[in-house]
């Protein structure tokens, strides 16, 4: 039980912005938005996370929107480093994470 | 500060068979957590240790089962293999099982049985 959505697969333009979207409709109150991404055969690494507003670190922005129903992603300027399978994850303490299938980015030169 | 550490990095057993992974949480870690991953899905959630005890447990078999020493590192231990439990098992760790429970990730074993 994923409890969220996201497109398959994405390209983007290196040195483009790379806006990754995730439906989370069925989020509760006191859910968490996780972000992580998994770069072939390596183990998954954090990006982000948040709970209602929009939250932004070195790596990414995470856009939430007001009803909290889905959220987006932001790299702000897209490297070939970052070609990756992104996963979008809801979480709260005590639960367990659900990674889903997540986007497959790939960055294009 | 040492990372998350996993052995072996591959492994290779036939049916039937039992095997131990073995996971090194990131120093000041309490919390382990097992994934394992099939070929082309996302990570699934097996079991979570905290402090040396199990604190949940994902949609897996008896057969799947672990340990967290006072270390808090940790194994997994896979009895009587099936050709379904080829995928790769990640471990990772957190500051605690409570609270902001980022997780960090080892590099993962990948089990084959043949």
């Known amino acids: 039980d994923a409890k969220t959505t996201q497109p398959p697969s994405m390209d983007c333009a290196e040195g483009r912005a790379a806006n990754l979207p995730c439906n989370h409709s069925?989020?509760?109150?006191?859910?968490?938005v996780y972000w992580y991404r998994q770069i072939h055969s390596q183990g998954p690494q954090y990006i982000i996370h948040g709970l209602k507003n929009n939250e932004t670190n070195e790596m990414a922005s995470l856009i939430i929107t007001e009803d909290r129903k889905s959220s987006t992603l932001i790299l702000p300027h897209a490297t070939l480093r970052d070609t990756a399978v992104y996963y979008c994850?809801?979480?709260?303490?005590?639960?367990?994470?659900?990674f889903g299938t997540g986007t497959s980015l790939t960055v294009i030169p | 500060e040492t990372g998350v550490t996993q052995s072996p990095t591959h492994l290779i057993k036939t049916r039937g068979q039992q095997v131990t992974l073995r996971c090194s949480s990131q120093?000041?870690?309490?919390?382990v957590s097992w994934y394992q991953q099939a070929l082309g899905q996302g990570p699934q959630f097996i079991f979570q240790y905290y402090r040396e005890e199990e604190n949940g447990r994902g949609n897996f078999p008896p057969r799947f089962s672990g340990l967290q020493f006072p270390n808090y590192s940790s194994e997994l231990n896979v009895n009587a293999l099936e050709l379904d439990d080829s995928a790769l098992y990640l471990c990772a760790s957190s500051f605690s099982a409570g609270g902001f429970n980022e997780q960090f990730f080892g590099p993962g074993t990948r089990l084959t049985v043949l």
């Open positions: 120093s000041g870690h309490n919390t």
């Open positions: 994850i809801v979480f709260y303490v005590g639960n367990q994470f659900y």
């Open positions: 069925t989020i509760s109150g006191n859910e968490y």
